[in-house]
């Protein structure tokens, strides 16, 4: 039998091509590889806007006198209030507040509506076969007011957005309270299924090709 040598060559020429292209949608090809900064967790972002949030207080603080005693209401039964009375002591630790006693106190600061939420929003790639990215939004939002003192309660809102891999989903939830976490959208139709279908069909190209070019 004789052997049609430039056929053979151009079918093998194929066959590598199709397996190139099956390694690269899959992301399994090393031709490129990324090194990419780590997001802040929401952990990390929860804790910088509510301490700079605090700000406002701090200034209050200073104007009343930092050697009077301040009795923190929080007025939630949630971990909610665990985490924000956690920062309080952590950012005021040279001022007198205290949180169980009400004797002797010289002012109330009452804290309410407090509200901390995660919100994953637009789940996609940014190339056909790309990683998937998702925007991501932290939310802070809360009110205090000062007992004693002729000032309207102040209300504090912020949000920081930004947007991750979708892979990195479960290292920025990373931490015990609830309000870290939050669902991802569903992945659109084109990344459900075209991709996938694709995938599944150059494999079992490349497959039958493989062994057309081993039987002649």
């Known amino acids: 039998m004789k052997v049609n040598y430039a056929e053979f060559a151009y079918k093998m020429k194929l066959f590598g091509l199709i397996i190139v292209a099956v390694l690269l949608i899959s992301g399994k090809g090393t031709a490129q590889v990324e090194y990419d900064e780590l997001p802040k967790t929401n952990l990390n972002l929860f804790q910088e806007i509510t301490r700079n949030s605090l700000s406002e207080l701090e200034d209050v603080v200073t104007i009343i006198g930092k050697e009077k005693i301040y009795k923190i209401t929080v007025e939630d039964n949630t971990e909610r209030k665990e985490f924000f009375v956690n920062e309080l002591k952590q950012m005021f630790t040279k001022v007198k507040f205290v949180y169980e006693i009400s004797d002797s106190v010289d002012y109330v600061i009452k804290f309410g509506n407090l509200n901390f939420k995660t919100v994953y929003t ?27 003192k002729d000032l309207s309660s102040r209300k504090f809102s912020k949000s920081y957005k930004d947007e991750i891999k979708a892979d ?12 870290l976490k939050s669902v991802l959208p569903e992945k659109t139709f084109l990344k459900k299924i075209i991709v996938p279908a694709v995938i599944v069909a150059v494999s079992a190209i490349a497959t039958i090709l493989f062994f057309t070019i081993r039987s002649k």
């Open 122 to 148: 637009d789940l996609k790639a940014r190339k056909f076969f790309g990683d998937e990215y998702v925007n991501r939004e932290i939310n802070v939002n809360y009110d205090f007011s000062v007992s004693g």
């Open 168 to 179: 990195k989903i479960e290292y920025v939830e990373n931490g015990n309270y609830a309000f």
